[in-house]
């Protein structure tokens, strides 16, 4: 089945840095969605975007649906040693059902202490 | 608290064995999900259900079953006619399947399986 595109794959930076991951589809989406997981755990949410142009944050995080409906960004500012973790976007297309939701492969974050 | 429980955390299946993974949820959500997470990969759908007694297949259905008796309960069995049964398994519930701006899934946190 389909896939997003999500980059990087993989990140080091160092504690205090702002991170910026992305995701990207040929398809149009009506909600993108950000989880994080940590090793052994299932998902967590982050943020949940439902309109084109929606920027919405939490806490550090930051995540814009973009305006074309096909990407979307997160930020995570001052990062800090608990960020580590893999962070995946996910999308769903015009008119589909949540049993359609397309997830990307990842970006897995690791910092420096 | 309200939440998903899956169980066992970790599970060993022989050759030739079928195996059944839980999923219980207390939000009273009516869609429930089953995920399959490979190393580097992201979800791969494999069941979901909108609503009791009933199911659809997702991206990689084969040598998987399922079945919603209850609205709490979306059990996981996987046959041996799963040849590369090894993942990590991630259930997920939303309280709806459709419509703009609906809840997104929560998951639970998820049964390792491996082979013997």
């Known amino acids: 089945g389909q896939q997003l595109n999500q980059s990087p794959q993989s990140m080091f930076i160092q504690e205090g840095e702002d991170v910026s991951m992305n995701c990207t589809s040929s398809s149009i989406f009506n909600t993108w969605l950000w989880y994080k997981q940590d090793p052994g755990e299932g998902p967590v949410l982050l943020i949940a975007l439902y309109k084109a142009g929606e920027l919405t944050s939490n806490g550090r995080l930051t995540a814009q649906f973009g305006i074309t409906r096909k990407d979307s960004f997160l930020n995570i500012s001052a990062s800090i040693p608990s960020d580590v973790g893999i962070y995946f976007c996910?999308?769903?297309?015009?008119?589909?059902?949540?049993?359609?939701?397309?997830f990307g492969k990842g970006t897995k974050l690791s910092v420096k202490p | 608290d309200g939440g998903i429980t899956q169980s066992p955390k970790y599970l060993f299946r022989k050759e030739g064995q079928n195996v059944t993974l839980s999923c219980e949820q207390n939000l009273n959500h009516d869609a429930m999900y089953w995920y399959r997470q490979d190393p580097g990969q992201g979800l791969r759908l494999i069941y979901y259900s909108q609503i009791v007694n009933d199911f659809q297949k997702g991206d990689i259905a084969e040598g998987y079953s399922v079945s919603r008796e209850k609205k709490e309960s979306f059990p996981l069995t996987v046959t041996s006619a799963q040849k590369n049964p090894t993942a990590f398994y991630l259930c997920?519930?939303?309280?709806?399947?459709?419509?703009?701006?609906?809840?997104?899934?929560?998951f639970g946190d998820g049964t390792r399986l491996s082979i013997l």
């Open positions: 997920a519930s939303s309280p709806h399947d459709r419509g703009p701006g609906n809840q997104p899934q929560h």
């Open positions: 996910a999308g769903q297309r015009v008119g589909g059902s949540q049993g359609n939701l397309i």
